[in-house]
């Protein structure tokens, strides 16, 4: 099992930063891979970045410039600085863990509970 404590999120005024970030504890094999996601109202959860272990990045296509991704392996911890917020990056935001086992034979996914992000124009 893998618990995910989220913290940072808020309100701000459009252009303000946020850095939120994403605590796993439990039973954590290396060769993870963590990262977040946000839902807005009326839209479908979106990829918002990903960092493996071994640093490898990956953003989502609708994600604007001024967020980016980082970890602290030895804190199990992944962090989503955000930068220039506007309106449009509304939204509850959830951390995702998933890893393997150490024989690679069992695959694990776990959610955050989110932590919601308001920035007002």
């Known amino acids: 099992q893998v618990q995910l404590v989220e913290s940072g999120g808020g309100l701000v005024q459009a252009g303000g930063s946020l850095r939120l970030s994403c605590v796993a504890s439990g039973t954590i094999f290396s060769g993870n891979t963590m990262g977040w996601y946000r839902q807005a109202p009326g839209h479908q959860r979106e990829l918002v970045a990903t960092?493996?272990?071994?640093?490898?990045?990956d953003y989502g296509d609708s994600v604007e410039g001024r967020l980016t991704i980082s970890r602290d392996n030895t804190k199990n911890t992944v962090y989503l600085q955000m930068n220039e917020l506007q309106p449009e990056a509304t939204a509850v935001y959830y951390c995702?863990?998933?890893?393997?086992?150490?024989?690679?034979?069992?695959?694990?996914?776990?959610w955050g509970q989110g932590t919601k992000v308001t920035a007002s124009s």
């Open positions: 960092m493996a272990s071994g640093g490898t990045t």
């Open positions: 995702r863990f998933q890893g393997t086992n150490v024989s690679g034979t069992l695959r694990y996914n776990y």
